[in-house]
């Protein structure tokens, strides 16, 4: 019998994007009915074992509080401070624990805390936020039949997943932080609400995986070039400052891309160059001052004084492919009764 993780964040999907643009709000009860779907198929193929994270909603405590659950949950042993952090110790320790799956609940920005927790367990990522691309929707109840047969030993983990990129964020060559999607910069000298919604901030976007069908700032760079998971390195493009071009009298982009940036918005982006990434290649950052944003998040600001490096490189955690797994265990006769029952 495996041991599953399950980090939910009741923070998902309630940033200031809901107030600027038409992004849904996923409430806590439809998360603790997302929660208790995955057990109920972690239960269905014998995986009882969870070991969870606490949280501020006490996501997790309320799904198992079923009469069809007969699970043996545990949670992290840690102060909970409500914060990223949290998020980055719980994947930290259960790595630690021997946890054979992790299910996360939330967005891009959780699944980065996740990831710079631990590197070595296998996810399956449920989206709750918005402009997501790492997370994928995915119903619950096929989630925890995945996870569950991936952390009982049933499926070949290389199989059924592929490895994720990461980048690298250097600040005059020390590593900083990591992003699993997108890295932007941003003119804006505060992080303040941290949610990135307003293009005319940006001036340069760095991604791992530009993706056609994506809201947010993969979506633009896919207008450009789709860069898949499955595809080697990343993307890197300029937006062009339209305002200071007219005020010089010279509006001359090298592309202007039609894309959504939020739920229900789509304007014309402006580029004024770009370009392919290799993995393991450290790309340079002109200096100046600006904001790094993380994920979609606002997270640290430099300097002109300091040098910016950005790196993509394909090190992240293993991500299951829950379509690709039931597909699979179906065709392994996992799903038959016959097998000892």
Do not use: H
């Not at 849904?24 to 997302?34: H, L």
């Not at 199989?159 to 020390?174: F, L, R, W």
């Not at 900083?176 to 293009?199: G, H, N, T």
């Not at 894309?259 to 392919?276: E, F």
Request: net charge negative; with cysteine; charged share 25%.
């Amino acid at each position: 019998m495996g041991l599953v993780g399950i980090i939910a964040n009741p923070a998902a999907s309630k940033d200031i994007r809901r107030l600027v643009a038409q992004g849904r709000v996923v409430p806590d009860w439809e998360k603790v009915n997302t929660v208790r779907r995955v057990m109920l198929g972690l239960q269905a193929v014998g995986e009882n074992q969870i070991l969870a994270m606490a949280d501020s909603s006490n996501l997790v405590r309320r799904a198992a509080d079923d009469p069809k659950l007969a699970i043996e949950l545990e949670f992290v042993d840690q102060p909970p401070f409500y914060s990223e952090g949290d998020t980055v110790r719980a994947a930290a320790v259960m790595a630690e624990a021997g946890v054979d799956c992790l299910v996360t609940l939330g967005g891009d920005g959780t699944n980065r805390a996740a990831v710079a927790g631990t590197r070595i367990l296998p996810m399956v990522a449920i989206s709750t936020g918005t402009n997501n691309v790492f997370p994928t929707m995915v119903e619950g109840t096929l989630a925890g039949l995945a996870a569950g047969l991936v952390a009982g030993g049933r499926l070949d983990l290389a199989e059924v997943s592929v490895s994720s990129k990461i980048m690298n964020v250097y600040v005059d060559g020390e590593l900083r932080d990591i992003a699993l999607i997108d890295v932007a910069l941003s003119k804006e000298r505060f992080v303040a609400s941290k949610a990135i919604w307003d293009m005319d901030t940006l001036f340069e976007v760095f991604l791992t995986r530009a993706e056609p069908a994506s809201i947010g700032l993969s979506s633009i760079g896919a207008r450009l070039e789709a860069v898949s998971l499955a595809d080697e390195g990343g993307l890197r493009y300029s937006i062009a400052d339209t305002e200071e071009s007219e005020e010089e009298g010279e509006v001359n982009p090298s592309r202007t891309v039609l894309a959504p940036i939020a739920p229900g918005v789509v304007p014309l982006v402006a580029i004024s160059s770009w370009q392919r990434m290799a993995d393991n290649q450290r790309y340079l950052v002109e200096k100046r001052d600006c904001i790094v944003a993380l994920d979609g998040e606002r997270a640290f600001s430099v300097n002109r004084t300091q040098q910016l490096e950005i790196e993509v490189r394909r090190d992240g955690p293993p991500i299951i492919d829950v379509d690709l797994a039931l597909k699979v265990a179906a065709a392994k006769g996992l799903f038959d009764l016959a097998q000892g029952d």
